[in-house]
T-cell receptor, first 114, second 114 residues
């Protein structure tokens, strides 16, 4: 069974500081992808970053980086230099090779404080 | 931006009536998904499609049916709407899988069943 767990319902961070959003996963697929999405208050789902299970290096996209620890089955999102516009809901997701569904966590609400 | 259009964007319907939501893509992607989003649950998969007339159930498929007669259209039908189906519904699309490609989402449909 595939499962994504996000244990932080809400997080606060000071503007310009870095923040880590936690994500752990469980899968029996030998190959899989891990994703992070941002959902601002306007409601759209925005793709942020992707990590493949066989990638040797952690993924980075601008201020976003993914701290991938395969042995611990964790895929934490790190946002550096937080901005007010980063205030949003963040979802971790996983896609395996069995069925190709995307499985989502319950999300973390991030609030950036000026 | 990925070409995905959901219609309608908002709908209020009465208990017991059938409702059909439409997802239209212009990307020619193979995979299409329907999710519902509810507070505290993240996004949960209702049904998905891996080709024309090829569909399968997700984790919360009871009370829903889908059809895909063309690559570009994926319809979600609530056979007899209930108040528990009040939710925000998202359509997503993705290229061929192997865990390597992200999903792109439509704008969402807010459905209220009264």
């Amino acid at each position: 069974a595939q499962k994504i767990t996000q244990t932080q319902p809400g997080m606060f961070v000071q503007e310009k500081e870095a923040v880590t959003l936690d994500c752990t996963y469980d899968t029996s697929d030998p190959s899989y992808g891990l994703f992070w999405y941002k959902q601002p208050s306007s409601g759209e789902m925005i793709f942020l970053i992707y990590q493949g299970s066989y990638d040797q290096q952690n993924a980075t996209e601008g201020r976003y980086s993914l701290n991938f620890q395969k042995a611990r089955k964790s895929a934490n999102l790190v946002i550096s230099a937080s901005q007010l516009g980063d205030s949003a809901m963040y979802f971790c997701a996983m896609r395996g090779t069995t069925g190709n569904q995307f499985y989502f966590g319950t999300g973390t609400s991030l609030t950036v404080i000026p | 931006d990925a070409g995905i259009t959901q219609s309608p964007r908002h709908k209020v319907t009465e208990t017991g009536t059938p409702v059909t939501l439409r997802c239209h893509q212009t990307e020619n992607h193979r995979y299409m998904y329907w999710y519902r989003q509810d507070p505290g649950h993240g996004l949960r998969l209702i049904h998905y499609s891996y080709g024309v007339k090829d569909t399968d159930k997700g984790e919360v498929s009871d009370g829903y049916s889908v059809s895909r007669s063309k690559t570009e259209d994926f319809l979600l039908t609530l056979e007899s709407a209930t108040s528990s189906q009040t939710s925000v519904y998202f359509c997503a699309i993705s290229k061929t899988g192997q865990g390597l490609t992200e999903a792109f989402f439509g704008q969402g449909t807010r459905l209220t069943v009264v």
